[in-house]
Protein backbone atom coordinates (compact mmCIF):
# COMPACT_ATOMS: atom_id res chain seq x y z
CA UNK A 1 0.00 0.00 0.00
CA UNK A 2 1.26 3.53 -1.04
CA UNK A 3 1.45 5.77 1.87
CA UNK A 4 0.35 9.46 0.80
CA UNK A 5 0.83 12.46 1.87
CA UNK A 6 -0.42 16.70 1.21
CA UNK A 7 1.14 19.54 2.29
CA UNK A 8 -0.95 22.95 2.01
CA UNK A 9 0.19 26.37 2.56
CA UNK A 10 -0.99 30.53 2.58
CA UNK A 11 1.38 33.05 3.18
CA UNK A 12 -1.08 35.42 5.11
CA UNK A 13 -3.30 35.68 8.13
CA UNK A 14 -6.33 37.01 5.96
CA UNK A 15 -5.95 34.03 3.64
CA UNK A 16 -6.16 31.43 6.51
CA UNK A 17 -8.66 33.65 7.88
CA UNK A 18 -10.80 33.22 4.49
CA UNK A 19 -10.53 30.00 4.15
CA UNK A 20 -8.34 29.59 0.72
CA UNK A 21 -6.51 26.78 2.08
CA UNK A 22 -9.42 25.00 2.54
CA UNK A 23 -9.74 24.98 -1.44
CA UNK A 24 -5.92 23.57 -1.90
CA UNK A 25 -6.56 20.56 0.77
CA UNK A 26 -10.32 19.62 -1.34
CA UNK A 27 -8.45 19.71 -4.70
CA UNK A 28 -5.71 17.98 -3.27
CA UNK A 29 -7.59 15.16 -1.66
CA UNK A 30 -10.32 14.60 -5.18
CA UNK A 31 -6.58 13.95 -6.68
CA UNK A 32 -5.56 11.52 -4.02
CA UNK A 33 -9.04 9.83 -4.47
CA UNK A 34 -8.71 9.96 -8.30
CA UNK A 35 -5.53 8.18 -7.86
CA UNK A 36 -6.75 5.73 -5.85
CA UNK A 37 -4.86 6.23 -2.69
CA UNK A 38 -5.92 6.64 0.76
CA UNK A 39 -4.92 9.31 2.95
CA UNK A 40 -4.87 9.78 7.00
CA UNK A 41 -6.21 12.45 8.56
CA UNK A 42 -2.08 12.65 10.28
CA UNK A 43 -0.58 12.89 6.93
CA UNK A 44 -2.26 16.26 5.96
CA UNK A 45 0.67 18.90 6.67
CA UNK A 46 -0.57 22.46 6.66
CA UNK A 47 0.95 25.79 7.13
CA UNK A 48 -1.54 28.49 7.71
CA UNK A 49 -0.27 31.81 7.63
CA UNK A 50 3.47 30.99 6.61
CA UNK A 51 5.70 32.93 4.06
CA UNK A 52 6.86 30.44 1.46
CA UNK A 53 10.81 32.45 1.69
CA UNK A 54 11.30 30.68 5.37
CA UNK A 55 11.57 27.02 5.55
CA UNK A 56 10.95 26.85 8.78
CA UNK A 57 7.57 25.75 9.01
CA UNK A 58 5.96 23.57 11.46
CA UNK A 59 4.07 21.97 8.66
CA UNK A 60 6.77 21.75 6.43
CA UNK A 61 9.12 20.13 9.39
CA UNK A 62 6.25 17.58 10.50
CA UNK A 63 6.66 16.59 6.79
CA UNK A 64 10.03 16.71 6.32
CA UNK A 65 10.56 14.08 9.20
CA UNK A 66 8.14 11.53 8.15
CA UNK A 67 9.73 11.60 4.77
CA UNK A 68 13.40 11.59 6.51
CA UNK A 69 11.68 8.39 8.89
CA UNK A 70 10.70 6.74 5.41
CA UNK A 71 7.03 6.97 6.33
CA UNK A 72 6.06 8.79 3.19
CA UNK A 73 5.79 7.39 -0.62
CA UNK A 74 4.24 10.36 -2.32
CA UNK A 75 3.66 13.67 -1.23
CA UNK A 76 0.58 15.81 -3.44
CA UNK A 77 1.35 19.46 -3.82
CA UNK A 78 -0.66 21.98 -4.99
CA UNK A 79 1.90 23.78 -6.99
CA UNK A 80 5.74 24.07 -6.37
CA UNK A 81 5.34 27.87 -5.18
CA UNK A 82 3.22 26.06 -2.17
CA UNK A 83 6.75 24.58 -1.05
CA UNK A 84 8.55 28.04 -1.71
CA UNK A 85 8.73 31.12 -3.65
CA UNK A 86 12.51 30.54 -3.59
CA UNK A 87 13.76 28.39 -6.51
CA UNK A 88 16.57 27.53 -4.61
CA UNK A 89 14.54 26.34 -1.77
CA UNK A 90 12.83 24.44 -4.25
CA UNK A 91 15.34 22.66 -5.51
CA UNK A 92 16.53 21.33 -2.06
CA UNK A 93 12.96 20.67 -0.68
CA UNK A 94 13.06 18.37 -4.03
CA UNK A 95 16.10 16.81 -4.08
CA UNK A 96 16.08 16.06 0.02
CA UNK A 97 12.54 14.46 -0.96
CA UNK A 98 14.21 12.09 -3.86
CA UNK A 99 16.88 10.86 -2.12
CA UNK A 100 14.17 9.62 0.89
CA UNK A 101 12.58 8.04 -2.05
CA UNK A 102 9.13 9.95 -1.93
CA UNK A 103 7.47 11.01 -5.24
CA UNK A 104 6.12 14.74 -5.65
CA UNK A 105 2.98 15.36 -7.31
CA UNK A 106 1.67 18.63 -8.20
CA UNK A 107 -1.34 19.31 -9.13
CA UNK A 108 -0.80 22.44 -12.06
CA UNK A 109 2.44 20.84 -13.00
CA UNK A 110 3.71 17.64 -14.45
CA UNK A 111 7.09 16.84 -12.18
CA UNK A 112 9.26 14.14 -14.38
CA UNK A 113 12.84 14.16 -13.25
CA UNK A 114 14.46 15.15 -16.29
CA UNK A 115 16.21 18.56 -17.58
CA UNK A 116 12.95 19.70 -19.50
CA UNK A 117 11.19 19.40 -15.94
CA UNK A 118 13.82 21.18 -14.10
CA UNK A 119 13.93 24.04 -16.95
CA UNK A 120 10.10 24.42 -16.35
CA UNK A 121 10.08 24.33 -12.49
CA UNK A 122 13.18 26.81 -12.33
CA UNK A 123 11.33 29.16 -14.84
CA UNK A 124 8.44 29.04 -12.46
CA UNK A 125 10.62 29.66 -9.49
CA UNK A 126 12.03 32.37 -10.83
CA UNK A 127 8.83 33.95 -11.78
CA UNK A 128 7.43 33.47 -8.26
CA UNK A 129 10.35 34.72 -6.24
CA UNK A 130 9.99 37.81 -8.92
CA UNK A 131 6.33 38.52 -7.68
CA UNK A 132 7.52 38.24 -4.19
CA UNK A 133 10.44 40.54 -4.43
CA UNK A 134 8.24 43.27 -5.83
CA UNK A 135 5.30 42.93 -3.24
CA UNK A 136 8.07 42.72 -0.62
CA UNK A 137 9.30 46.09 -2.37
CA UNK A 138 6.15 47.64 -2.52
CA UNK A 139 5.44 46.50 1.09
CA UNK A 140 8.74 47.66 2.16
CA UNK A 141 8.16 51.36 0.23
CA UNK A 142 4.80 51.51 1.40
CA UNK A 143 5.74 51.15 5.09
CA UNK A 144 8.43 53.56 5.20
CA UNK A 145 6.68 56.18 3.52
CA UNK A 146 3.74 55.85 6.08
CA UNK A 147 6.05 55.86 9.10
CA UNK A 148 7.68 59.41 7.76
CA UNK A 149 4.48 60.29 7.64
CA UNK A 150 3.63 59.94 11.14
CA UNK A 151 1.20 56.74 10.92
CA UNK A 152 2.03 54.35 13.78
CA UNK A 153 0.29 51.31 12.21
CA UNK A 154 3.57 50.27 10.55
CA UNK A 155 5.10 49.51 14.23
CA UNK A 156 2.19 46.30 14.76
CA UNK A 157 1.54 46.08 18.19
CA UNK A 158 2.14 48.76 20.50
CA UNK A 159 5.54 47.78 23.34
CA UNK A 160 4.52 47.12 27.06
CA UNK A 161 3.22 50.36 28.66
CA UNK A 162 0.97 51.13 26.07
CA UNK A 163 -1.93 50.25 24.00
CA UNK A 164 -2.77 49.69 20.62
CA UNK A 165 -5.49 52.21 19.09
CA UNK A 166 -6.90 51.19 15.90
CA UNK A 167 -8.04 53.54 13.25
CA UNK A 168 -11.57 52.85 13.17
CA UNK A 169 -11.16 53.71 16.82
CA UNK A 170 -8.55 56.21 17.41
CA UNK A 171 -10.58 59.29 15.46
CA UNK A 172 -9.33 58.46 12.21
CA UNK A 173 -5.92 57.08 12.82
CA UNK A 174 -3.91 54.15 14.51
CA UNK A 175 -2.02 55.23 17.57
CA UNK A 176 -0.79 53.84 20.55
CA UNK A 177 -2.09 55.44 24.15
CA UNK A 178 -0.15 55.32 27.68
CA UNK A 179 -1.39 51.83 29.88
CA UNK A 180 -0.80 53.65 33.19
CA UNK A 181 -0.52 50.31 34.55
CA UNK A 182 2.14 49.13 32.72
CA UNK A 183 3.80 52.46 32.56
CA UNK A 184 4.22 52.42 36.48
CA UNK A 185 5.75 48.71 36.00
CA UNK A 186 8.20 50.74 32.67
CA UNK A 187 9.09 53.77 34.77
CA UNK A 188 10.41 51.98 38.18
CA UNK A 189 12.12 49.59 35.61
CA UNK A 190 14.02 52.03 34.29
CA UNK A 191 14.69 54.23 37.60
CA UNK A 192 15.97 50.77 39.21
CA UNK A 193 18.60 50.72 36.13
CA UNK A 194 19.18 54.38 35.47
CA UNK A 195 19.36 55.61 39.17
CA UNK A 196 20.01 52.83 41.17
CA UNK A 197 22.13 50.86 39.08
CA UNK A 198 20.49 47.83 39.58
CA UNK A 199 21.30 45.37 36.33
CA UNK A 200 18.95 43.44 34.59
CA UNK A 201 19.47 40.25 36.36
CA UNK A 202 18.81 42.31 39.65
CA UNK A 203 15.07 44.07 37.95
CA UNK A 204 14.00 40.61 36.67
CA UNK A 205 14.23 38.83 40.01
CA UNK A 206 12.37 41.73 41.29
CA UNK A 207 9.65 41.41 38.93
CA UNK A 208 9.25 37.66 39.05
CA UNK A 209 9.33 37.78 42.81
CA UNK A 210 6.44 40.21 42.97
CA UNK A 211 5.38 38.52 40.36
CA UNK A 212 4.46 40.97 37.97
CA UNK A 213 2.39 39.53 34.66
CA UNK A 214 4.09 39.70 31.51
CA UNK A 215 1.44 41.68 28.50
CA UNK A 216 1.53 37.87 27.62
CA UNK A 217 0.22 36.56 31.07
CA UNK A 218 3.18 34.82 31.90
CA UNK A 219 4.71 35.41 35.62
CA UNK A 220 7.76 34.99 33.86
CA UNK A 221 10.29 37.83 32.73
CA UNK A 222 13.37 37.29 30.29
CA UNK A 223 16.55 38.86 30.45
CA UNK A 224 15.99 39.71 26.93
CA UNK A 225 12.52 41.54 27.38
CA UNK A 226 13.78 44.33 29.78
CA UNK A 227 17.10 44.88 27.72
CA UNK A 228 14.54 45.75 24.62
CA UNK A 229 12.53 47.56 26.99
CA UNK A 230 15.37 49.89 27.81
CA UNK A 231 16.63 50.24 24.33
CA UNK A 232 13.28 51.11 22.82
CA UNK A 233 13.54 54.95 22.20
CA UNK A 234 9.30 54.77 22.25
CA UNK A 235 9.30 55.50 25.72
CA UNK A 236 11.16 58.76 25.44
CA UNK A 237 8.06 59.92 22.86
CA UNK A 238 10.08 58.79 19.33
CA UNK A 239 9.03 55.22 17.96
CA UNK A 240 11.38 53.70 15.83
CA UNK A 241 10.49 52.00 13.02
CA UNK A 242 12.71 49.72 10.88
CA UNK A 243 15.67 49.29 13.49
CA UNK A 244 16.30 45.79 12.68
CA UNK A 245 16.35 43.55 9.15
CA UNK A 246 16.53 40.03 8.69
CA UNK A 247 18.17 37.65 6.71
CA UNK A 248 17.35 34.05 6.35
CA UNK A 249 20.00 31.07 4.73
CA UNK A 250 18.98 27.65 4.25
CA UNK A 251 20.88 24.47 5.88
CA UNK A 252 21.61 22.23 2.90
CA UNK A 253 21.50 18.97 4.25
CA UNK A 254 19.02 16.17 3.99
CA UNK A 255 17.35 15.65 7.28
CA UNK A 256 18.04 12.58 9.43
CA UNK A 257 15.55 10.55 11.14
CA UNK A 258 14.27 12.53 14.59
CA UNK A 259 15.38 15.66 13.09
CA UNK A 260 14.78 18.13 10.29
CA UNK A 261 17.45 20.74 9.01
CA UNK A 262 15.92 23.64 9.33
CA UNK A 263 16.25 27.24 8.23
CA UNK A 264 19.15 29.19 9.87
CA UNK A 265 17.78 32.88 10.42
CA UNK A 266 19.20 35.81 11.73
CA UNK A 267 17.76 39.24 12.96
CA UNK A 268 20.44 42.35 13.24
CA UNK A 269 20.19 45.47 14.28
CA UNK A 270 20.03 48.45 11.36
CA UNK A 271 21.87 51.69 11.68
CA UNK A 272 20.05 54.44 13.44
CA UNK A 273 20.52 57.11 10.59
CA UNK A 274 17.90 54.34 9.51
CA UNK A 275 15.68 54.45 11.61
CA UNK A 276 12.48 56.50 11.06
CA UNK A 277 11.24 57.43 14.26
CA UNK A 278 7.28 58.29 14.69
CA UNK A 279 5.60 60.46 17.81
CA UNK A 280 4.08 58.58 20.40
CA UNK A 281 3.53 59.87 24.03
CA UNK A 282 6.47 59.80 26.39
CA UNK A 283 6.63 57.45 29.42
CA UNK A 284 10.18 58.70 31.07
CA UNK A 285 12.15 61.67 30.11
CA UNK A 286 15.36 61.69 28.05
CA UNK A 287 17.56 62.30 30.89
CA UNK A 288 16.06 58.77 32.59
CA UNK A 289 16.79 57.17 29.12
CA UNK A 290 20.47 58.83 28.57
CA UNK A 291 21.35 57.80 32.07
CA UNK A 292 20.08 53.75 31.16
CA UNK A 293 22.00 53.37 28.63
CA UNK A 294 24.96 54.81 29.63
CA UNK A 295 24.21 52.11 32.53
CA UNK A 296 23.92 49.09 30.40
CA UNK A 297 27.08 49.88 28.62
CA UNK A 298 28.84 50.31 31.82
CA UNK A 299 27.47 47.15 32.85
CA UNK A 300 28.62 45.36 29.49
CA UNK A 301 31.99 46.45 29.93
CA UNK A 302 32.54 44.94 33.67
CA UNK A 303 30.32 41.75 33.32
CA UNK A 304 33.75 39.76 32.87
CA UNK A 305 35.19 41.19 36.10
CA UNK A 306 31.87 39.64 37.79
CA UNK A 307 34.41 36.04 36.85
CA UNK A 308 37.57 37.18 38.33
CA UNK A 309 39.09 36.02 40.96
CA UNK A 310 38.89 38.04 43.96
CA UNK A 311 42.77 39.51 42.92
CA UNK A 312 42.01 43.19 41.17
CA UNK A 313 39.34 44.93 43.50
CA UNK A 314 39.19 48.21 40.81
CA UNK A 315 39.10 46.17 38.04
CA UNK A 316 37.13 47.95 35.15
CA UNK A 317 37.16 51.39 37.05
CA UNK A 318 40.80 52.85 35.78
CA UNK A 319 41.89 54.85 32.86
CA UNK A 320 44.88 55.98 31.28
CA UNK A 321 45.28 59.71 31.25
CA UNK A 322 47.86 59.68 28.88
CA UNK A 323 46.01 56.85 25.81
CA UNK A 324 42.80 56.47 27.14
CA UNK A 325 43.11 52.53 27.68
CA UNK A 326 41.88 50.97 30.65
CA UNK A 327 43.77 49.59 33.15
CA UNK A 328 44.03 45.63 33.82
CA UNK A 329 44.79 43.30 36.21
CA UNK A 330 48.08 41.40 35.98
CA UNK A 331 51.17 39.49 38.03
CA UNK A 332 54.99 39.17 38.47
CA UNK A 333 56.84 37.03 39.91
CA UNK A 334 59.81 37.40 41.63
CA UNK A 335 62.01 35.10 43.76
CA UNK A 336 59.42 32.44 44.37
CA UNK A 337 56.33 35.36 45.36
CA UNK A 338 54.06 37.11 43.02
CA UNK A 339 52.89 40.22 42.83
CA UNK A 340 49.84 42.11 41.35
CA UNK A 341 50.03 44.91 39.41
CA UNK A 342 47.41 47.00 37.63
CA UNK A 343 48.80 47.84 33.84
CA UNK A 344 48.13 50.02 31.25
CA UNK A 345 46.81 47.91 28.20
CA UNK A 346 48.66 50.58 26.09
CA UNK A 347 52.23 49.35 27.79
CA UNK A 348 51.27 45.94 26.37
CA UNK A 349 53.30 45.93 23.23
CA UNK A 350 51.72 42.49 22.26
CA UNK A 351 48.57 44.28 21.55
CA UNK A 352 50.03 46.90 19.39
CA UNK A 353 52.31 44.97 17.16
CA UNK A 354 54.88 45.17 18.94
CA UNK A 355 55.14 48.51 20.01
CA UNK A 356 53.82 50.24 23.18
CA UNK A 357 52.04 53.38 22.67
CA UNK A 358 51.86 54.14 26.54
CA UNK A 359 54.79 54.25 29.35
CA UNK A 360 52.41 55.14 32.05
CA UNK A 361 53.59 53.02 35.26
CA UNK A 362 51.96 50.39 36.80
CA UNK A 363 50.68 50.08 39.95
CA UNK A 364 50.48 47.79 43.14
CA UNK A 365 47.05 46.51 43.74
CA UNK A 366 47.84 45.65 47.36
CA UNK A 367 48.52 49.08 48.18
CA UNK A 368 45.67 51.04 45.73
CA UNK A 369 43.71 48.79 46.75
CA UNK A 370 43.87 50.35 50.47
CA UNK A 371 44.86 54.35 49.25
CA UNK A 372 41.16 54.23 47.28
CA UNK A 373 39.17 51.94 50.25
CA UNK A 374 40.27 54.10 52.97
CA UNK A 375 39.21 57.09 50.95
CA UNK A 376 35.59 55.68 50.23
CA UNK A 377 35.67 54.87 54.04
CA UNK A 378 36.25 58.72 54.89
CA UNK A 379 33.72 59.87 52.82
CA UNK A 380 31.12 57.27 54.45
CA UNK A 381 32.08 58.18 57.66
CA UNK A 382 31.47 62.25 56.94
CA UNK A 383 29.02 62.49 54.51
CA UNK A 384 27.99 66.30 55.81
CA UNK A 385 31.65 67.27 54.22
CA UNK A 386 30.20 66.53 50.99
CA UNK A 387 27.69 69.05 51.54
CA UNK A 388 29.78 71.81 53.04
CA UNK A 389 32.40 71.70 50.64
CA UNK A 390 29.39 72.10 47.63
CA UNK A 391 27.57 75.37 49.60
CA UNK A 392 31.22 76.58 49.89
CA UNK A 393 31.63 76.40 46.69
CA UNK A 394 28.21 77.68 45.16
CA UNK A 395 28.89 80.85 47.74
CA UNK A 396 32.33 81.60 45.91
CA UNK A 397 30.35 81.49 42.66
CA UNK A 398 27.44 84.31 43.24
CA UNK A 399 25.13 85.16 40.59
CA UNK A 400 25.76 88.47 38.86
CA UNK A 401 22.47 89.29 38.60
CA UNK A 402 19.12 88.63 40.26
CA UNK A 403 16.69 86.50 38.52
CA UNK A 404 13.95 88.99 37.83
CA UNK A 405 16.55 91.43 36.87
CA UNK A 406 18.19 88.78 34.00
CA UNK A 407 14.43 88.32 32.88
CA UNK A 408 14.10 91.73 32.30
CA UNK A 409 17.40 92.27 30.50
CA UNK A 410 16.17 89.24 28.32
CA UNK A 411 12.86 90.40 27.35
CA UNK A 412 14.46 93.88 26.91
CA UNK A 413 16.76 92.83 24.68
CA UNK A 414 14.66 90.17 22.36
CA UNK A 415 12.29 92.70 21.92
CA UNK A 416 15.81 94.91 20.52
CA UNK A 417 16.78 92.59 18.20
CA UNK A 418 13.40 92.45 16.74
CA UNK A 419 12.96 95.92 16.08
CA UNK A 420 16.27 95.81 14.84
CA UNK A 421 15.64 93.14 12.28
CA UNK A 422 12.42 95.12 11.33
CA UNK A 423 14.29 98.14 10.44
CA UNK A 424 16.66 96.53 8.41
CA UNK A 425 14.25 94.24 6.63
CA UNK A 426 12.14 98.08 5.84
CA UNK A 427 15.39 99.79 4.32
CA UNK A 428 16.06 102.07 7.45
CA UNK A 429 19.63 100.49 8.32
CA UNK A 430 22.23 99.53 6.21
CA UNK A 431 23.95 96.08 5.75
CA UNK A 432 27.32 97.08 6.83
CA UNK A 433 25.75 98.62 10.32
CA UNK A 434 23.24 96.37 10.58
CA UNK A 435 25.34 92.45 10.75
CA UNK A 436 27.87 93.61 13.41
CA UNK A 437 25.43 95.08 15.69
CA UNK A 438 23.15 92.08 15.53
CA UNK A 439 26.29 90.12 16.11
CA UNK A 440 26.83 91.70 19.26
CA UNK A 441 23.40 91.88 20.35
CA UNK A 442 22.80 87.72 19.76
CA UNK A 443 26.10 87.63 21.50
CA UNK A 444 24.86 89.34 24.70
CA UNK A 445 21.33 86.85 24.71
CA UNK A 446 23.23 84.11 24.27
CA UNK A 447 25.51 85.15 27.57
CA UNK A 448 22.24 85.81 29.39
CA UNK A 449 20.76 82.67 27.99
CA UNK A 450 24.13 80.86 29.35
CA UNK A 451 23.83 82.07 32.58
CA UNK A 452 20.52 81.76 33.07
CA UNK A 453 21.47 77.76 32.34
CA UNK A 454 23.63 77.71 34.66
CA UNK A 455 21.32 79.45 37.31
CA UNK A 456 18.76 76.00 36.92
CA UNK A 457 21.56 73.62 37.27
CA UNK A 458 22.42 74.80 40.52
CA UNK A 459 19.13 74.66 41.44
CA UNK A 460 19.10 71.44 40.14
CA UNK A 461 22.43 70.03 41.86
CA UNK A 462 21.16 71.75 45.35
CA UNK A 463 18.31 69.18 45.17
CA UNK A 464 20.25 66.38 44.03
CA UNK A 465 23.01 67.58 46.87
CA UNK A 466 20.11 67.08 49.63
CA UNK A 467 19.38 63.78 48.55
CA UNK A 468 22.94 62.57 47.95
CA UNK A 469 23.57 63.38 51.47
CA UNK A 470 20.58 62.43 52.93
CA UNK A 471 21.46 58.65 51.14
CA UNK A 472 24.94 58.46 52.20
CA UNK A 473 23.92 59.39 55.51
CA UNK A 474 21.50 56.08 55.92
CA UNK A 475 23.76 54.14 54.19
CA UNK A 476 27.01 55.42 56.27
CA UNK A 477 24.97 54.75 59.60
CA UNK A 478 23.91 51.48 58.44
CA UNK A 479 27.88 49.78 57.69
CA UNK A 480 30.11 52.65 59.74
CA UNK A 481 30.80 49.93 62.21
CA UNK A 482 31.30 47.31 59.54
CA UNK A 483 33.72 48.59 57.25
CA UNK A 484 36.38 47.29 58.76
CA UNK A 485 35.17 43.93 58.43
CA UNK A 486 33.56 43.73 54.92
CA UNK A 487 34.38 41.07 52.49
CA UNK A 488 35.65 41.46 49.67
CA UNK A 489 32.47 41.83 47.09
CA UNK A 490 31.20 44.43 49.21
CA UNK A 491 34.10 46.52 49.18
CA UNK A 492 33.60 46.02 45.52
CA UNK A 493 30.18 47.26 45.59
CA UNK A 494 30.59 50.01 47.60
CA UNK A 495 33.35 51.63 45.78
CA UNK A 496 31.76 51.06 42.71
CA UNK A 497 28.78 53.35 44.33
CA UNK A 498 30.76 56.38 44.82
CA UNK A 499 33.45 56.00 42.70
CA UNK A 500 32.85 56.35 38.56
CA UNK A 501 36.34 55.78 37.28
CA UNK A 502 40.19 56.23 38.16
CA UNK A 503 42.18 58.24 35.70
CA UNK A 504 45.96 57.54 35.99
CA UNK A 505 48.64 59.86 34.82
CA UNK A 506 52.21 59.04 35.85
CA UNK A 507 52.61 60.12 39.46
CA UNK A 508 49.30 61.47 39.55
CA UNK A 509 45.61 59.41 40.66
CA UNK A 510 43.07 61.22 39.90
CA UNK A 511 39.26 59.95 41.60
CA UNK A 512 36.04 60.76 39.29
CA UNK A 513 33.53 60.74 41.97
CA UNK A 514 29.44 59.23 40.55
CA UNK A 515 28.50 62.67 42.75
CA UNK A 516 29.42 65.60 41.09
CA UNK A 517 30.11 67.32 44.41
CA UNK A 518 32.51 64.93 45.68
CA UNK A 519 34.83 66.07 42.74
CA UNK A 520 35.16 69.55 43.84
CA UNK A 521 36.81 68.67 47.92
CA UNK A 522 39.56 71.32 48.24
CA UNK A 523 42.48 69.49 46.93
CA UNK A 524 45.17 69.85 49.27
CA UNK A 525 43.01 69.32 52.81
CA UNK A 526 42.11 65.89 50.86
CA UNK A 527 45.27 64.63 49.31
CA UNK A 528 46.67 61.27 50.05
CA UNK A 529 50.58 59.90 49.70
CA UNK A 530 51.06 56.43 48.26
CA UNK A 531 54.06 54.71 48.94
CA UNK A 532 56.05 51.92 47.20
CA UNK A 533 53.08 51.57 44.96
CA UNK A 534 54.05 52.01 41.33
CA UNK A 535 56.13 49.40 39.65
CA UNK A 536 59.66 50.64 38.49
CA UNK A 537 61.91 48.86 35.75
CA UNK A 538 65.17 50.40 37.71
CA UNK A 539 64.43 49.65 41.13
CA UNK A 540 60.91 48.24 41.01
CA UNK A 541 59.40 50.85 43.36
CA UNK A 542 58.44 54.55 43.01
CA UNK A 543 58.49 56.07 46.42
CA UNK A 544 55.10 58.56 45.94
CA UNK A 545 51.99 58.52 44.34
CA UNK A 546 49.91 61.15 45.47
CA UNK A 547 45.95 61.04 45.29
CA UNK A 548 43.81 64.19 44.50
CA UNK A 549 40.27 63.69 45.13
Known amino acids: MTTVSLYARVSSRQQAQENTIESQIVELERRIGSDGHELLDEHKFVDNGYSGSNLERPGLENLRDRVAEGKIDKIYIHSPDRLSRKFSYQMILLEEFKKAGSEIVFLNHKFDDNPDSHLFLQIQGAIAEYERAKIMERNRRGKLHAAKA ?56 ELNKIPVITRTGKRYWKRSTIWNMLKNPAYIGQAAYGKTRTCSKPQVKKSKKGTCGKLKSGRFNSDKENWTYIPVPKIINEHLFDSVQAQLTENRQRARV ?48 GNKICDNKSIRTDILDGVIWEEVKSILKEPDRIANEYQRRLSENKKPL ?78 ESKLDQVDWQTKQNIIRMLIHQIEINHNHLYIVFRIKSLANFDQNSHNRIMQCCTRSSDTGIQPFLPIKT
Not at 177 to 202: H, M
Not at 309 to 318: H, K, N, S, V
Not at 436 to 463: A, F, G, N, S, Y
Open 402 to 479: HNQTREKQESKLRLSIKKFIDSYAKGFISQEEFEPRITTMKQHLKKIEEEKERTLDQKKLQQELSLVTDSLKNFSSSV
Open 306 to 353: RQRRETYLLQGLMVCQRCQYTYCGTNHVHKKSTYYYYRCSGTNSSKFN
Open 150 to 205: GCISVMGRAPYGYRYIAKHVGEGSAQFEVDEEEANIVRKIFSRVGQERASIGEVVH
